[in-house]
């Protein structure tokens, strides 16, 4: 059939009014919308970026270079555009066109003072920038950092925490630790924030990516409590809360939605290896009376896994030739009786959220004739104290998943934080030597692999569990709650979504 002229011209014209409508109205619906109240168990002091165990406040406001996605492995850009790597060097190509909060630009000048800052710092972070020789501005939108050696823990690091881009201005008239300035997709709201109680966030205007940003204004609360938390969801005055398994059970019940994720990887950290787990069979006795598993279903509601080894299945070095240490209280006590059944008494450093499974390795190593006393302290004391060389041992995660070389740099070398004593491990050493002067991928995983196996047969290291942590939210309220595995205390705020 013949269409007419007149016909044609109006369908036309329907047609492009219709996605014209379409458009604007994706536009509108792909910008940020709605506030999202979260509740959480730690306050904020200040806005440091170098000193927070994790990044409830400060991922609200700032962004690396690289972030770490949902699978706690992988490293995608943030920032940067793209990056390549090379034995002595790793170039780094930025995005274009951002702002910080005060309208200062993001370039490559403002990328070199932050990443100077962090190697000047002392911290925690500031061994990341042992193995760099120098930073370089190239152009605008490249920056490169020049090597003295291999760092294979450089990239990941710039995706974590610890290496936020801070406004310059900002830094150097100090102003940040009070009022933040990074270039995230919320900008701090001084006039709306109550010391102590909540912080406000609204949307940055000029943020670089609007339509990938849920929330439009996001209001953290702290309240210790977690009946306090919940009490304060079930009434609608929040939308999400961090819980804890007996009241995400309850929440299930009353009609609202939880989920939970592996945040970090607990283990045994025994940092005395000279005086009070001073020998290979009675550390191996310690390992084989630990069992995990009671750990996971008496304070984390069963959920998580046992592993075998500190290196997750998909990371460089982990090593399925590795099969630790599953509990075996025969065995242990073995091994202990082998040694003429030694009188071990320890201090074992823990505190308030710990408290069953402190009391449940208390009464573990009982069993097998160790002495153990805990020491209860705040959290905020316990991060600060417990590889102080004070205590030999503790049950925590020494950093998030950041890979085979940072688990050395912490654990085993001379001078790391998790050495106390800065005892030398012969063949730790020697497996890293291996990693490090390897010339491929291949040969560089053998010898993390090595490594993985050094740690097992001295069982330096071992009863190594998930973390479970547990949101509880409203349904009606909030959607499309993203964590990442290995990032504690914390969900990505930019993916969740809040209904009208």
């Known amino acids: ?160 925490r610890g290496a936020y881009m801070v406004s310059p201005k900002a830094l150097d008239d100090g102003s940040y630790k009070l009022t933040p300035v990074g270039t995230g997709p919320w900008k701090y709201e001084p006039k709306d924030t109550v010391k102590g109680l909540r912080t406000v966030v609204s949307s940055y205007d000029k943020y670089y990516a609007p339509q990938s940003v849920g929330p439009a204004r996001i209001e953290v609360t702290h309240i210790n409590d977690p009946d306090s938390l919940y009490n304060a969801l079930r009434t609608g005055q929040l939308d999400i809360v961090w819980t804890n398994p007996s009241i995400a059970k309850r929440a299930e019940r009353e009609g609202l939605k939880t989920s939970w994720f592996p945040s970090v990887m607990w283990h045994l950290q025994m940092m005395d290896t000279v005086k009070t787990f001073n020998s290979t069979r009675l550390r191996q006795a310690v390992c084989h009376a630990i069992n995990a598993q009671d750990y996971i279903d008496a304070a984390l509601g069963g959920n998580g896994k046992v592993h075998t080894q500190r290196l997750r299945e998909g990371m460089a070095g982990f090593n399925p030739a590795v099969k630790g240490y599953p509990h075996d209280l025969d065995k242990a006590k073995q091994l202990m009786a082998s040694l003429g059944n030694p009188k071990v008494q320890l201090t074992l450093a823990t505190f308030d959220n710990q408290r069953i499974i402190a009391e449940l390795f208390k009464s573990q190593m009982a069993q097998i004739g160790i002495d153990v006393k805990l020491e209860t302290m705040t959290f905020g004391q316990f991060f600060s104290t417990f590889r102080s060389g004070r205590y030999p041992a503790a ?27 800065k005892t030398v491990f012969p063949g730790v050493e020697a497996a890293v030597k291996e990693a490090l002067a390897a010339d491929d991928v291949a040969g560089q995983n053998a010898g993390w692999q090595k490594m993985a196996k050094a740690v097992d047969d001295e069982a330096l290291d071992c009863g190594f569990f998930d973390y479970a942590a547990y949101w509880a939210y409203n349904p009606k309220r909030v959607s499309n709650i993203v964590s990442t595995v290995g990032d504690v205390a914390v969900f990505r705020y930019i993916d969740a979504k809040v209904s009208p």
């Open 1 to 160: 059939m013949k269409r007419s002229p007149g016909r044609f011209l109006r369908h036309l014209v329907q047609f492009s009014v219709v996605t014209a409508w379409v458009c604007v109205a994706g536009l509108a619906a792909a910008q940020p919308a709605g506030t999202l109240r979260f509740g959480s168990n730690q306050g904020l002091d200040d806005w440091e970026t170098l000193t927070k165990p994790n990044s409830i406040y400060t991922s609200l406001i700032y962004e690396g270079l690289a972030e770490v996605t949902p699978d706690g492995i992988s490293v995608a850009p943030k920032l940067a555009t793209g990056w390549k790597e090379s034995p002595r060097k790793l170039e780094i190509t930025l995005r274009s066109n951002v702002t910080f909060h005060d309208g200062t630009p993001f370039d490559a000048a403002a990328v070199v003072k932050n990443l100077e800052r962090i190697r000047d710092t002392p911290g925690q972070w500031r061994g990341v920038f042992s193995a760099v020789d120098k930073f370089v501005v190239v152009s605008p939108t490249r920056v490169d950092i020049l090597l003295k050696m291999r760092a294979p823990n450089l990239l990941p690091n710039l995706a974590r």
């Open 395 to 421: 049950i925590l995660t020494d950093s998030q998943d950041t890979g085979a070389y940072d688990y050395y740099l912490y654990h085993y070398a001379p001078d790391g934080a998790g050495n106390p004593l």
